[in-house]
């Protein structure tokens, strides 16, 4: 994790923005939630741990597509 320390909010946001870490505290330190995804930037650890972003680590995305109408549409037709 990574604390940045300034009363400029526009800076804390940019700051925010370009550190590589999984967690940024600004202007406090060390404030967590079960609910709150950490860990998991570049080399550290095995991926995120707390919150639904763990969970994902376990599942696989996939797009699935239905068609509930009575005609089969063209597939090689852009819609």
């Known amino acids: 994790g990574s604390g940045v320390w300034t009363s400029d909010i526009g800076r804390a946001f940019r700051m925010s923005e370009r550190i590589q870490a999984g967690t ?3 202007n406090t ?3 967590v939630s079960y609910l709150s ?3 998991g930037y570049k080399d550290s650890g095995l991926g995120r741990e707390n919150g639904i972003d763990a969970i994902r680590n376990y599942l696989q995305v996939k797009s699935v597509w239905i ?3 009575a005609a ?3 597939p090689f037709v852009m819609r």
Do not use: D, S
Request: glycine share 14%; proline share 7%; charged share 15%.
């Open 24 to 26: 940024v505290w600004e």
């Open 29 to 31: 330190y060390r404030a």
């Open 37 to 39: 995804p950490f860990g």
């Open 67 to 69: 068609n509930t109408g």
């Open 72 to 74: 089969t549409a063209n």
